[in-house]
T-cell receptor
Framework: EPEVTQTPSHQVTQMGQEVILRCVPI?????FYWYRQILGQKVEFLVS????????KSEIFDDQFSVERPDGSNFTLKIRSTKLEDSAMYFC????????????FGSGTQLSVL | GQQVMQIPQYQHVQEGEDFTTYCNSS?????IQWYKQRPGGHPVFLIQ?????EVKKQKRLTFQFGEAKKNSSLHITATQTTDVGTYFC??????????FGQGTRLTINP
């Protein structure tokens, strides 16, 4: 079964450093998402992306965050200057070309900011 | 944005007992989705409910959407250890913005 893949599975960084989290969505999907989950808490929406632009974003997704689809397969989340509170599991997800479709999630990248 | 309230936050049962989690919204929902996240895993889609009063079953799982489309429930009959995890309801707030409830963490005593 096709799946969303994320790399790396774990990322440790120093506060103030830039990180890029990478995702390869399912190949025929057109909508892409980033979510984060602080340990033991709920899954929080960050951003959705369609047709090479942001569709929706949450208040968490401030100027420190950006997303990009640099080629036909990758979808990235960049955090420019990490803070301690950015430590979380970051999930990428994708869905088909219809609205309100189910999301397929990747296994996540655990980001630890020291 | 709108909040979907999910209760209870935690539920511990003996294996074989039933389990129910509830989602409530102050506004009418266009649809609701349910996801399961195993410990250490990622959310996995279970089902989507769209119609008022809809009831769907998946083996021991029964999903309901309220008549007013403001609440939903997931009921598991005769829990098994494989049911352990956190169950999330999720609502669309915008065409590409799926917002998750706080989740109900289910633990089971074998």
């Amino acid at each position: 079964e096709p799946e969303v893949t994320q790399t790396p599975s774990h990322q440790v960084t120093q506060m103030g450093q830039e990180v890029i989290l990478r995702c390869v969505p399912i190949s025929n999907h057109l909508y892409f998402y980033w979510y984060r989950q602080i340990l033991g808490q709920k899954v929080e929406f960050l951003v959705s992306f369609y047709n090479n632009e942001i569709s929706e974003k949450s208040e968490i997704f401030d100027d420190q965050f950006s997303v990009e689809r640099p080629d036909g397969s990758n979808f990235t989340l960049k955090i420019r200057s990490t803070k301690l509170e950015d430590s979380a599991m970051y999930f990428c997800a994708s869905s088909t070309d219809r609205e309100n479709e189910k999301l397929f999630f990747g296994s996540g990248t655990q980001l630890s900011v020291l | 944005g709108q909040q979907v309230m999910q209760i209870p936050q935690y539920q511990h049962v003996q294996e074989g007992e039933d389990f129910t989690t509830y989602c409530n919204s102050s506004t009418t929902l266009s649809n609701i989705q349910w996801y399961k996240q195993r410990p250490g895993g990622h959310p996995v889609f279970l089902i989507q409910l769209v119609k008022s009063g809809e009831v769907k079953k998946q083996k021991r799982l029964t999903f309901q959407f309220g008549e007013a489309k403001k609440n939903s429930s997931l009921h598991i009959t005769a829990t098994q250890t494989t049911d352990v995890g956190t169950y999330f309801c999720a609502q669309n707030q915008g065409a590409q913005k799926l917002v998750f409830g706080q989740g109900t963490r289910l633990t089971i005593n074998p």
